[in-house]
C-alpha cells in the first residue's frame, strides 16, 4: 500500500453498523481496521460510519453517504478507501467509480500485509495463493485490456478473449502453487511424525494477532525470533524446544495469529500451515488479557479453532500482558472467567505456573514402568535419561533397573526389559 515515490498512501475509512451490531462493536472493528492500515504502511486521515438497515448491493453504503465520503475524501487528501467489510467486486468496482478513488475492503488490506511480511518461500508461496484467489473474480477491473480479442498466435484459442486468457493463466498459477504446498506439507508433516517418534510432545501457540506468541516463545526458549507490537509480525511457523520442570523436554510452535473475519482465501493458503495444530498434543491459548476487549477476542479465536476443527483438543488459556493492566480486580475477574493462568512474556511473571500446568496437561502421555537394562545396551538407557524422566536407579550384576516415566509411543522400544 506504499506508494513507487516513497510517499505514505493516505487512507480513509468507512464502517457499516447494521441493525444487529452495537455501537461499540463498529467502533472496535473501525479501531482495528486502523492499526491494520499502519501496519500496511499507509496513514490514516479519517473515518466515517453509517447507519443503515442493510449493506447496498451497490455501493455498500447509500448513495448519500458516498457523496459523503467523496467529499470527505477531497477534503482530507485521501488516496484511497478502505471499507471495513467485505466487499463483491460488484461493490467495490461501483464506489471506486463514484468516488474517483481506488477502494479496497478489509480483506485486500490484510493480504496486503501479508505479503509485505512473508520472509520464506512457503509464506510466499501461501500468500500469493491467497492473492490470486482474491484477483480471479476482480479481474474484470484490474486491466484496461481485458475485454480485447487476444491476438498472440501459440498462446491463446481462436477467439479467446484477453480475459479469459489472464483467468486461464491465473488458474494454472493457483493450481502449480497448491502442487508445491502440498510438497511442503508432507515434508512439514515428515518432520512431524520425526518428532512424534522421538518423543517430544508438541505444544502449538495460537492467539489473537498481537498477543505476545513470539515474546512468550522467546521468553520460554530462549530464542530470537522477531516480535514487535503490530499486527500479524509472525507469519512463518517457528518451533523450538523447551524444558518443563522435570527437565522433560517438548516442542513449542508459533503460527500466524488469528482476527475477526478472517479472510477465507488466508485459511485455505495457509490450511497447510494451519494442519500443525492438528498435531499438537495442547493448544497453548495465548490473549492479550490488557486488551479492553480480551473477551470478544478470546471468543474470536475459540470461534476460528472450532471452524478449524480443533475444539476438541486439549487448550490451556494464559493471560499475558499483566505487566499493563493497572486494575488487579479487572486481571482476576479475566481469570475467574476463563480459567486462564496470569503471565507476562515480557517479565516472565507466572511463566513457572504455565509450565507446571503445561506439564500436567502432558503428563498422561507418560507411562511410568520399571526396567531391567544390560549394561550391554546403552542406547536403551541413553533413551530413557534423554526422552524420559528417571525416578530411580540401581546399578546391579548385569544391568540397570530403573523406575522412568517414558512417553507411551517409545516404551515399545524397551518393552523387552519391562520388569
Aim: charged residues 30%; aromatic residues 4%; hydrophobic residues 40%.
Amino acid at each position: 500500500m506504499s506508494d513507487t515515490d516513497g510517499k505514505p498512501e493516505r487512507a480513509l475509512l468507512v464502517a457499516l453498523r447494521l441493525p444487529k451490531r452495537a455501537r461499540w462493536q463498529v467502533a472496535e472493528s473501525l479501531e482495528e481496521l486502523g492499526r491494520l492500515t499502519e501496519s500496511a504502511g499507509a496513514i490514516v486521515v479519517g473515518s466515517l460510519t453509517q447507519d443503515f438497515p442493510a449493506r447496498s448491493s451497490r455501493l455498500y453504503v447509500g448513495k448519500g453517504k458516498a457523496e459523503e465520503l467523496r467529499t470527505l475524501a477531497g477534503d482530507r487528501q485521501a488516496d484511497v478507501v478502505i471499507a471495513d467489510d467485505n466487499l463483491s467486486p460488484a461493490q467495490e468496482r461501483n464506489l471506486s467509480r463514484a468516488l474517483g478513488l481506488k477502494v479496497i475492503d478489509r480483506r485486500a488490506l490484510i493480504l496486503d500485509i501479508f505479503a509485505q511480511r512473508a520472509r520464506t518461500s512457503e509464506g510466499k508461496l501461501q500468500v500469493e495463493l491467497a492473492q490470486l484467489s482474491y484477483l480471479l473474480p476482480r479481474l474484470v477491473r484490474r486491466w484496461s485490456h481485458l475485454e480485447r480479442l487476444g491476438g498472440g498466435i501459440g498462446t491463446r484459442g481462436p477467439g479467446e478473449t484477453q480475459l479469459e486468457s489472464d483467468r486461464r493463466i491465473i488458474r494454472r498459477r493457483i493450481l502449480q502453487i497448491q502442487g508445491e504446498l502440498r510438497r511442503v506439507q508432507r515434508h512439514r508433516r515428515l518432520l512431524g511424525d520425526r518428532r512424534h517418534a522421538g518423543g517430544w510432545p508438541v505444544v502449538a501457540l495460537v492467539g489473537y494477532t498481537n498477543a505476545g506468541k513470539t515474546t512468550l516463545l522467546n521468553r520460554l526458549a530462549g530464542s530470537r525470533f522477531r516480535s514487535a507490537d503490530q499486527l500479524f509480525v509472525t507469519l512463518d511457523p517457528a518451533a523450538r524446544a523447551v524444558a518443563l520442570p522435570s527437565h522433560q523436554p517438548f516442542i513449542l510452535t508459533d503460527t500466524v495469529g488469528f482476527i475477526r473475519k478472517l479472510p477465507p482465501e488466508l485459511i485455505d493458503a495457509f490450511r497447510a500451515t494451519l494442519e500443525q495444530l492438528h498435531d499438537a498434543d495442547v493448544l497453548l491459548h495465548v490473549v492479550d488479557a490488557s486488551h479492553p476487549r480480551a473477551g470478544e477476542q478470546l471468543r474470536a479465536v475459540e470461534q476460528l479453532l472450532s471452524e478449524l476443527e480443533l475444539a476438541d483438543r486439549p487448550l490451556l488459556l494464559a493471560l499475558n500482558k499483566v505487566d499493563r493492566i493497572q486494575e488487579p480486580h479487572d486481571l482476576r475477574r479475566l481469570a475467574e472467567e476463563s480459567r486462564g493462568i496470569p503471565v507476562s512474556a515480557l517479565t516472565g511473571a507466572g511463566l513457572s505456573e504455565l509450565l507446571a500446568a503445561i506439564e500436567a496437561l502432558l503428563r498422561p502421555r507418560l507411562g511410568q514402568v520399571t526396567l531391567r537394562i544390560p549394561y550391554a545396551d546403552g542406547p536403551a538407557l541413553a533413551l530413557c535419561y534423554r526422552k524420559g524422566r528417571v525416578l530411580r536407579r540401581e546399578d546391579g550384576e548385569g544391568g540397570v533397573v530403573v523406575d522412568v516415566a517414558l512417553p507411551l509411543r517409545l516404551l515399545g522400544r524397551v518393552s523387552a526389559y519391562r520388569v
